[in-house]
């Protein structure tokens, strides 16, 4: 059974939600303490929501030192699946896994609220059971999601086809309406949105979330 790990800081509040949206996905949930833990028998990774030492400095800055991250960067260098969701993708901007930097919501202000996307490739480790350009609609909640980087690399962003999900609507100034990015093998994705919030009929409008776990358990199970 596909084992993915999910990484909980001081202060990480999704890391609940994320071990059982991979629960329901079919894997095998395994809690990860910042401080104490290894990635020894984890086949992919999750870097929850939340508010990672209470996001003092900048959000993810103090998280990126944490002493399981040594060995998280490593490990996605080397190919593990890695997925930060909210502040977990904040923390892969700060380790310099993925590019550009989450600031301040244009407006100022948090939000909350189902969000409409488009997935824009499914050339990645975490989005290859969706189509290209399918529309969805999970949860968002953040009040610094602002996507920005340099001319550059949102250029090397769109020209190598990194650009994960795009906003139809975009709620907080993000550049090129980007919600979420990848690494250039696709292995590692830094996604805004909550995908694990949409995973169980029961608990949301739709389980639109659900394939960004299942297509990690494919991907996974293929090298077997």
């Known amino acids: 059974m596909t084992r993915i790990g999910v990484i909980t800081f001081p202060g990480s509040l999704d890391d609940q939600d994320a ?11 395994v809690p990860l303490w910042h401080a104490s833990d290894s990635l020894s028998g984890i086949d992919a990774l999750i870097l929850p929501g939340g508010f990672s030492y209470g996001d003092y400095l900048r959000c993810g800055a103090i998280a990126r030192f944490a002493p399981l991250m040594g060995e998280i960067i490593t490990a996605a260098d080397q190919g593990m699946p890695v997925l930060g969701i909210c502040n977990g993708f904040q923390v892969l901007c700060e380790s310099h896994l993925l590019p550009g930097a989450l600031v301040r919501n244009a407006g100022m202000r948090f ?26 609609t999970i949860v968002l909640k953040n009040g610094e999601g602002n996507f920005v980087a340099d001319a550059e690399t949102l250029a090397r962003l769109e020209g190598e086809d990194r650009v994960v999900a795009r906003y139809l609507d975009n709620p907080n100034g993000s550049a090129h309406d980007i ?10 994705v830094g996604l805004m949105p909550h995908p694990e919030h949409n995973v169980d009929p029961l608990t949301g409008p739709n389980t639109d979330g659900a394939a960004f776990f299942s297509s990690v358990i494919g991907y996974v199970n293929a090298l077997v």
């Open 19 to 29: 071990l059982r949206a991979v629960r329901l996905s079919g894997a095998e949930a």
């Open 179 to 188: 919600a979420g990015i990848s690494n250039e093998k696709g292995n590692v």
């Open 111 to 136: 939000v909350c609220r189902d969000q409409r996307l488009r997935i824009e490739t499914r050339d990645t480790v975490w989005t290859q059971d969706y189509s290209r350009g399918q529309e969805i």
